[in-house]
């Protein structure tokens, strides 16, 4: 079946810019997380949505970052007024049911600012 | 205190070896306990749960020890595609995200 999609698979963008990441879960997963990694770096949390639960939002580093989940299906993360330090891979996960089942992880965005 | 700790390594072994990793957590009410594998740029994997009374999958080995807060991950005969980051992944209950590790780096030498 299909796994998890993301897109852009890649992004480059100047400072200062907005971008917008989009995450397709598996279908029926009602479990869906925003993840950062730098380069050689562990697994950053960002959010998580759960159901129609309120989303957990203590992993967003900035309020330039949000994100939302529309129809408990897709996903967008959205960073405005990109820095450098953004630079990363932005991963997504889904998972079908509470929060302790399996994850499962698109091929990620990888983002760079110039 | 970190709430899931790891030795970072890398961990160089040769082909054949048997190597354990181990992963520390704080929370005592942890309920549920994972190993991820990660590939060079790649994203992360599942590669088995952790049971409490310890469970195998082939050359791999999960072990749980509550009164002491660890999880440990063994391979054994290490293959050259084992070389990986071994990712240590918690799950205190109610509903609340995983709590991940930095992982371990292991690299299986000719």
């Known amino acids: 079946g299909a796994g998890v999609s993301q897109s852009p698979s890649n992004k480059v963008t100047e400072k200062g810019k907005d971008v917008e990441l989009r995450c397709d879960p598996i279908s029926g997963h009602t479990a869906l997380y925003w993840y950062r990694q730098s380069l050689g770096q562990g697994l950053e949390f960002l959010i998580y949505?759960?159901?129609?639960?309120?989303?957990?939002k203590s992993g967003l580093p900035s309020d330039r970052f949000s994100a939302e989940r529309t129809g408990g299906s897709v996903s967008t993360l959205t960073i405005q007024r990109t820095q450098q330090e953004d630079s990363a891979v932005y991963l997504c996960?889904?998972?079908?049911?509470?929060?302790?089942?399996?994850?499962?992880f698109g091929p990620g965005t990888r983002l760079l600012v110039l | 205190r970190k709430e899931v700790e790891q030795d970072p390594g890398p961990f160089n072994v040769p082909e054949g070896a048997t190597v354990a990793f181990n992963c520390t957590y704080s929370?005592?009410?942890?309920?549920?306990f994972f190993w991820y594998r990660q590939d060079c740029r790649k994203e992360p994997k599942l590669l088995m749960s952790v049971y409490s009374s310890g469970n195998e999958d082939g050359r791999f080995t999960a072990q749980l020890n509550r009164a002491s807060q660890y999880i440990s991950l063994l391979i054994r005969d290490s293959k050259l595609s084992d070389s990986a980051t071994y990712l240590c992944v918690v799950y205190a209950g109610n509903n609340r995200k995983l709590i991940w590790g930095l992982g371990t780096s292991l690299a299986v030498n000719p």
């Open positions: 929370n005592s009410a942890s309920q549920s």
């Open positions: 949505f759960q159901g129609n639960s309120a989303p957990d």
């Open positions: 996960a889904s998972s079908p049911g509470l929060a302790g089942t399996t994850q499962y």
